[in-house]
């Protein structure tokens, strides 16, 4: 099976193992247009993949996944069309996970933020290096967390942490990840990849249907959750962006980006 995305995103093999990476590290792997696309389209790819097993995934450099891009940022709030447009992708991008019928191990090397977080916890398992952290820091800068927490951490953890966290865009060090159980472990950083593929090798020895129908029967609470939750908080996203705290924070990230253009 080919996988090609010109590089945003690369898929590696080993044997029945699939690394999907994303690879965009100078931005710390935020969601570009083209990554946002890749990441979404990787999974028909997988599914269609006969000898797939198993995915690994993780991010290049020392980030997992940034959140969003600035440029991105402030297009949605000055574009209509182009706002939701990016929220259909996100739906698709959360089915997907969700649907993919071989276990996903997310080996978190670093911070992952904002849709990058819920990309994480959307996994069916979640190793974290001892530097890396967790944030949903939708609300921060005055948008619904629309897009995964709302759908996936109340499953994980109790709905008052989850409210906690959410509400505040706190980060959520490794070890509190696990404590609450948004991740499954906490791993030295050197050694990240190495138990992921570990893991990822004992699940590519199990029995193929009997792994992935056991997934797949745990998935549909989360699937039904998304299915009842996601139109709402979507829709609720989308009108976030017409609000007045986010043009300001819009306004902030254009000058910021200005600043440092004439600096360089």
């Not at 946002?36 to 450099?61: N, P, S």
């Not at 949903?136 to 759908?151: I, S």
């Not at 193929?208 to 908080?233: G, I």
Request: charged share 20%.
């Amino acid at each position: 099976m080919t996988y090609g995305f010109d590089g945003i995103l690369t898929v590696t093999s080993e044997g029945g193992i699939r690394v999907i990476t994303l690879n965009d590290p100078d931005r710390l792997n935020a969601m570009t247009d083209p990554l946002h696309e890749a990441l979404t389209d990787v999974w028909v790819h997988i599914t269609r993949d006969e000898q797939a097993r198993v995915v690994v995934l993780t991010g290049a450099g020392r980030a997992f996944c940034a959140g969003g891009n600035v440029p991105g940022f402030i297009r949605n709030v000055e574009d209509a069309g182009y706002r939701r447009a990016g929220m259909r992708t996100a739906r698709l991008l959360v089915d997907h996970i969700l649907a993919c019928h071989v276990p996903v191990i997310a080996a978190v090397n670093g911070p992952a933020v904002g849709l990058g977080c819920s990309i994480a916890v959307s996994s069916d398992i979640v190793l974290m290096s001892d530097a890396a952290y967790l944030a949903d820091t939708h609300v921060n800068v005055g948008l619904v967390a629309g897009d995964g927490g709302v759908v996936t951490w109340p499953f994980m953890m109790s709905m008052l942490k989850a409210k906690e966290y959410l509400f505040t865009g706190e980060r959520i060090p490794a070890e509190t990840a696990v404590r609450i159980g948004l991740a499954n472990r906490v791993v030295a950083a050197g050694s990240l990849m190495d138990e992921a593929m570990l893991l990822a090798r004992k699940l590519e020895g199990q029995p193929a249907q009997a792994l992935q129908d056991t997934k797949r029967s745990l998935n549909l609470h989360l699937q039904a959750a998304a299915l009842q939750v996601l139109p709402y908080a979507l829709a609720a996203e989308t009108e976030s962006f017409s609000s007045p705290e986010v043009a300001a924070t819009a306004r902030q990230f254009a000058e910021k980006s200005a600043a440092r253009a004439r600096e360089s």
